[in-house]
């Protein structure tokens, strides 16, 4: 088991930039998220897809951020255009089902916006 | 919406000591998940909580959660460096997954 996989690792851009994070979830897992994790506000929930449909968008921070499940193995998180504030490490993980299933996290990809 | 608090925000620990933290809902949850991240690492799932009053060990962790299931601790006896790093709890009603702000442990040799 590979475990939930995200590219890339480390992302600097400049500001106004197009941004797209990645993510394979793990093998057999119906459900995904992306988090936002800062200092000030924590591990925050952006997105939560069960069986590749959007469930709850409700925490996307606003219309510059869309998120994307073409199939059970794959989803991509983008950013445009990419503002300092954005700066953080985006967490995706998977989950076997939900409720009630730990979430797996990937490493995480950590942005840098100047 | 559902909030989770976590107390203490930082805990400076003596090698051997033990430690508690703890978890406040202002919901009743359905479950409580306990997760450790390593410093540069990611959070990594440790324990889930179901039961009303539950309690679960593992090794030198003992989590309990509140009889009201709005409540939960981590305690940690004759803490190791291995211990560093931070603890979060998250609380679960429905899908929605609400962690904590996190425990973040220091452990002096």
């Known amino acids: 088991d590979a475990g939930v996989i995200q590219s890339p690792r480390h992302e600097v851009t400049e500001m106004g930039q197009e941004v797209t994070l990645r993510c394979k979830p793990i093998?057999?897992?119906?459900?995904l998220f992306w988090y936002r994790q800062t200092m000030m506000r924590g591990l925050e929930l952006l997105i939560y897809?069960?069986?590749?449909?959007?469930?709850?968008d409700s925490g996307m921070p606003e219309d510059r951020f869309s998120a994307k499940m073409p199939n059970a193995s794959f989803s991509t998180l983008k950013i445009q255009p990419s503002e300092p504030r954005d700066s953080a490490v985006y967490f995706c993980?998977?989950?076997?089902?939900?409720?009630?299933?730990?979430?797996?996290f990937g490493n995480g990809t950590r942005l840098t916006v100047t | 919406g559902q909030q989770v608090m976590q107390i203490p925000q930082y805990q400076h620990v003596q090698e051997g000591e033990d430690f508690t933290t703890y978890c406040n809902s202002s919901?009743?949850?359905?479950?409580i998940q306990w997760y450790k991240q390593r410093p540069g690492g990611h959070p990594v799932f440790l324990i889930q909580?179901?039961?009303?009053?539950e309690v679960k060990k593992q090794k030198r962790l003992t989590f309990q959660f509140g009889e009201a299931k709005k409540n939960s601790s981590l305690h940690i006896t004759a803490t190791q460096t291995t211990d560093v790093g931070t603890y979060f709890c998250?609380?679960?009603?429905?899908?929605?997954?609400?962690f904590g702000a996190g425990t973040t442990v220091t452990v002096r040799a």
């Open positions: 093998s057999g897992h119906n459900s």
């Open positions: 993980a998977s989950s076997l089902r939900m409720p009630n299933s730990p979430l797996h």
């Open positions: 919901t009743t949850l359905s479950n």
């Open positions: 998250a609380g679960q009603n429905d899908y929605k997954l609400s």
């Open positions: 909580l179901v039961k009303s009053g």
């Open positions: 897809f069960n069986n590749n449909v959007p469930i709850d």
